[in-house]
């Protein structure tokens, strides 16, 4: 089969929230950042892990997924922050704005909905640190239906480590994978293609 995707969240996976205390990963560097629609005079302040990149793109030149950015920061995740890390332009999935208070409206992350409608039935390695149970049971039923679906959460506070993707990588070498040519360019995130064993 074709590489499965790997859906990368931003915040809480590449961008750690802070500890009570306000304090952030000593590892992760300080940037100013102006996303879409912010004003130069009121820019967001990331921290950002320089060991991330890397790690990245170790798994990106295998070929053996798709990376695509899965975040509210949309298309900032390609112009702002895949820049401070070194890594290439990604597609990214266009989430709907949605007027929320919580993370989990229905008591799941609210980007699942827009996720498995986009996903069709295409193997997908999810990384974000915002999932609940029925975002797990909902893997679990997908896999079932032949979607082969892992669900990976790394600590909102730490971020991404690399047996995160060791567990990527893992998931994807138990799959029929054939790696991606070198030279193709990334599949249209708004249009994913079939995907079958």
Known sequence: MRPPYLLL??????IPFPEADGTSPATH???????TGRSADDPVT???SPSHGPLLMDVIRTGLVTPVWCTSWRQDA????GPLLGLPSLPYV???RLQITTSHPNGYLWKRDHVDVWLG???V???DDDFTALDHAWAAERTARGMATVLVQPDPHIGLLAEHLAEVMEWVGR????????SATAPDPKQPEVITE
Request: proline share 11%.
């Open 9 to 14: 969240d931003v915040d809480g996976v590449l």
């Open 29 to 35: 560097d300080r940037h100013d950042v102006v996303p």
């Open 46 to 48: 990331v921290w950002l």
């Open 78 to 81: 390609t112009t702002l922050i």
């Open 94 to 96: 266009d989430l709907p």
């Open 121 to 123: 039935n295409v193997p």
């Open 125 to 127: 390695a999810w990384v």
């Open 175 to 182: 799959l029929s994978v054939v790696p991606a040519s070198k």
